[in-house]
């Protein structure tokens, strides 16, 4: 499978989520760089902007496994990860899985459990394992939480710490319909739910196929030296306490990667990168001041960064 096979999957999940999702073609494809790289992805937004919605169809478009849990304040880790429980007919303690156990979960209001249950999704985002009672049970791959979260209410809700935010490769907002996408959206829902005509339209193999031609799209080591040279910006930024982690300039390596594959290209260039870089990089930072509850200013920090440090050019970027 080359680059362009990767187009006709992404394709294919996009005609999916199309017949559902009215506009939001943005957030679609970095969803689907998700996919393609296994990457996990934080949905903020007011509610009723559809990011249940659009994380279930994306889920159903792909045969695997796909799991739903309402995080509530009760809550608790075991409820997610599973339980070792006494069967009084063979005389053993035996395994039951919780619905970790899966290959697309919707962690939906993911800020309304209580820290204690937020992270014990911490290894199991990174290490693609669940550790239980003293035993490791190793994940399925390919193994994706796509997580929603209202930002506009306070009480009753945990907001994720900064460990816990590091793990997800894009945060992204979906924002409100335009007036025509507001009209479409009526008339779509208007005599039944499109949801229920929703199959599989990609197999677990064509995704797996997918992600590894993703990993194979080279990058100059120049991109990979702009790539540092941010995330040293930020953590030398006089407005910014916590500047970008190592996991999130591999996020955004691998993010670029998936995205030129999705041109159709194999090979990174610095636009790819830029694409990228704020949904990838503003909510792995820690501002000074309490400017955490304002998203708008580490996206402009990020926006800043990028207009201050040079561009690799091209032209000097051997491709083969």
Not at 58 to 78: G, V
Not at 91 to 120: C, H, M, Y
Not at 267 to 284: F, G, M, N, W
């Amino acid at each position: 499978m080359k680059a362009e096979a990767v187009q006709l999957v992404a394709d294919k999940v996009r005609t999916s989520v199309g017949h559902v999702i009215v506009g939001k073609e943005a957030i679609i494809d970095k969803l689907l760089i998700a996919m393609l790289t296994s990457g996990h992805v934080l949905l903020e937004d007011v509610p009723g902007t559809g990011k249940t919605m659009l994380a279930k169809v994306l889920a159903y478009s792909l045969d695997c496994k796909f799991k739903r849990i309402q995080f509530t304040p009760d809550l608790l880790p075991s409820d997610l990860t599973g339980i070792h429980y006494y069967n009084q007919q063979s005389g053993q303690f035996e395994f039951r899985p919780g619905p970790l156990f899966t290959n697309v979960l919707l962690a939906d209001e993911i800020n309304r459990a209580t820290p204690r249950t937020q992270s014990s999704l911490l290894e199991c985002m990174e290490e693609r394992q669940v550790s239980i009672d003293g035993r490791t049970e190793v994940l399925e791959r390919p193994f994706l939480v796509i997580a929603t979260q209202n930002p506009v209410e306070n009480q009753g809700t945990f907001p994720l710490p900064e460990a816990q935010l590091d793990r997800f490769l894009f945060k992204l907002r979906m924002g409100y319909p335009s007036a025509e996408e507001g009209v479409a959206i009526l008339k779509r829902f208007m005599e039944a739910s499109p949801m229920d005509e929703v199959k599989p339209v990609v197999t677990r193999e064509e995704l797996a196929a997918a992600q590894e031609v993703c990993s194979g799209v080279k990058a100059h080591p120049d991109l990979l030296g702009y790539i540092v040279a941010l995330a040293e910006a930020s953590r030398s930024h006089e407005d910014i306490h916590t500047g970008i982690s190592p996991r999130g300039t591999q996020a955004l390596l691998k993010a670029s990667q998936a995205y030129a594959a999705l041109q159709g290209r194999d090979y990174v260039t610095p636009d790819d990168i830029k694409a990228l870089a704020i949904p990838a990089l503003a909510h792995r930072m820690l501002l000074r001041g309490g400017s955490r509850l304002k998203p708008q200013s580490a996206e402009l920090l990020v926006e800043r960064l990028l207009m201050q440090i040079p561009v690799p050019a091209e032209a000097d970027m051997p491709v083969r």
